[in-house]
Protein backbone atom coordinates (compact mmCIF):
# COMPACT_ATOMS: atom_id res chain seq x y z
CA UNK A 1 0.00 0.00 0.00
CA UNK A 2 1.70 3.46 -0.74
CA UNK A 3 1.21 6.36 1.96
CA UNK A 4 -0.58 8.87 0.80
CA UNK A 5 1.09 11.46 2.20
CA UNK A 6 4.55 10.18 0.56
CA UNK A 7 2.52 10.07 -2.96
CA UNK A 8 1.48 13.56 -2.46
CA UNK A 9 5.60 14.57 -2.31
CA UNK A 10 6.26 12.35 -5.11
CA UNK A 11 7.45 9.81 -2.71
CA UNK A 12 6.66 6.23 -3.52
CA UNK A 13 7.77 3.25 -0.80
CA UNK A 14 7.42 0.18 -3.13
CA UNK A 15 9.33 -2.81 -3.83
CA UNK A 16 12.25 -3.41 -5.00
CA UNK A 17 13.51 0.29 -4.89
CA UNK A 18 11.93 3.79 -4.55
CA UNK A 19 14.31 6.31 -6.22
CA UNK A 20 13.24 10.05 -5.05
CA UNK A 21 13.43 12.62 -8.09
CA UNK A 22 11.65 15.67 -7.64
CA UNK A 23 12.51 19.11 -9.23
CA UNK A 24 13.38 21.84 -6.90
CA UNK A 25 10.28 23.78 -8.32
CA UNK A 26 7.89 21.00 -6.87
CA UNK A 27 9.71 20.71 -3.36
CA UNK A 28 9.91 24.90 -3.14
CA UNK A 29 6.10 24.13 -3.67
CA UNK A 30 5.98 21.52 -0.97
CA UNK A 31 8.36 23.22 1.32
CA UNK A 32 6.76 22.70 4.19
CA UNK A 33 6.93 18.74 4.19
CA UNK A 34 10.36 19.07 3.09
CA UNK A 35 13.67 18.91 4.42
CA UNK A 36 15.37 22.44 4.05
CA UNK A 37 19.12 20.75 3.74
CA UNK A 38 18.29 19.21 0.13
CA UNK A 39 17.48 22.38 -1.14
CA UNK A 40 17.45 20.83 -5.07
CA UNK A 41 15.18 17.51 -3.97
CA UNK A 42 11.78 17.10 -1.76
CA UNK A 43 12.88 14.65 0.89
CA UNK A 44 10.61 14.36 3.83
CA UNK A 45 11.62 16.46 6.90
CA UNK A 46 10.67 13.95 9.30
CA UNK A 47 10.26 10.56 7.30
CA UNK A 48 11.78 7.41 7.22
CA UNK A 49 15.11 7.24 5.89
CA UNK A 50 16.73 7.97 2.48
CA UNK A 51 19.84 6.84 0.81
CA UNK A 52 21.49 7.39 -2.13
CA UNK A 53 20.34 5.34 -5.04
CA UNK A 54 23.14 2.51 -5.82
CA UNK A 55 25.30 2.98 -2.81
CA UNK A 56 25.05 0.47 0.18
CA UNK A 57 22.32 1.88 2.46
CA UNK A 58 19.11 0.22 3.39
CA UNK A 59 16.95 2.83 2.29
CA UNK A 60 14.13 2.35 2.47
CA UNK A 61 13.86 6.10 -0.01
CA UNK A 62 16.82 6.49 -1.89
CA UNK A 63 17.76 9.32 -4.11
CA UNK A 64 19.54 9.61 -7.09
CA UNK A 65 22.55 12.19 -6.92
CA UNK A 66 24.15 14.60 -6.92
CA UNK A 67 21.95 17.06 -5.05
CA UNK A 68 23.22 20.11 -3.15
CA UNK A 69 23.19 19.57 0.78
CA UNK A 70 22.74 22.85 3.25
CA UNK A 71 23.39 23.06 6.61
CA UNK A 72 22.95 19.39 8.70
CA UNK A 73 22.67 16.41 6.85
CA UNK A 74 20.42 14.63 8.97
CA UNK A 75 20.25 11.46 5.96
CA UNK A 76 24.01 11.32 5.70
CA UNK A 77 24.06 11.80 2.01
CA UNK A 78 27.38 14.37 1.23
CA UNK A 79 29.45 11.78 2.86
CA UNK A 80 32.61 13.99 2.44
CA UNK A 81 30.99 16.59 3.30
CA UNK A 82 31.63 18.90 0.33
CA UNK A 83 27.95 20.42 0.08
CA UNK A 84 27.32 17.75 -2.47
CA UNK A 85 25.83 14.20 -1.98
CA UNK A 86 24.84 10.90 -3.50
CA UNK A 87 27.97 12.21 -5.93
CA UNK A 88 28.95 8.73 -7.04
CA UNK A 89 24.54 8.00 -7.80
Request: aromatic letters at 4%; a negative charge.
Amino acid sequence: MVNKSLLKLGLVLSAPVAVLSVPANIASAQSAQCHPSYPDVCLPLNGPDVDCAGGSGNGPLYVRGPIRVVGSDPYRLDADNDGIGCERG
